[in-house]
Nanobody
């Protein structure tokens, strides 16, 4: 039932880069697992990247090698560095505390507003 606030989206040319931020006020993220999801118009929300408390990061095949998830515990913030952006990356991006069950990534609690990423050709 915890909402995280995503920010840092914007308009970028194809091939460019953006860094998204995910912050939670009033609680620490240092012992949590956090994931990024995205939703394009007319499509279901899809998994993008996962940063567990213990373990290795994971990425959707569509962003593998281009996106990097990381965190700064001192700032209580999780980041998504997006390089080599493509038009098909255009979507609203959300972050959430996330549980991994087998191959599924399950966001916990209600969604926040998210942040819009638009990639132009």
């Amino acid at each position: 039932q915890v909402q995280l606030v995503a920010s840092g989206g914007g308009l970028v040319q194809a091939g460019g880069s953006l860094r998204l931020s995910c912050a939670a006020s009033g609680r620490t993220l240092s012992v949590t697992s956090v994931a990024w999801f995205r939703q394009a118009p007319g499509k279901e929300r899809e998994f993008v990247a996962f940063d567990p408390w213990i373990g290795t990061t994971a990425y959707a095949d569509s962003v593998q090698g281009r996106f990097t998830i990381s965190r700064d515990n001192a700032k209580n913030t999780v980041y998504l560095q997006m390089n080599g952006l493509k038009v098909e990356d255009t979507a609203v991006y959300y972050c959430a505390l996330t549980a991994k069950s087998g191959g599924d990534y399950i966001p916990m609690g209600p969604w926040g507003q998210g942040t819009q990423v638009t990639v132009s050709s």
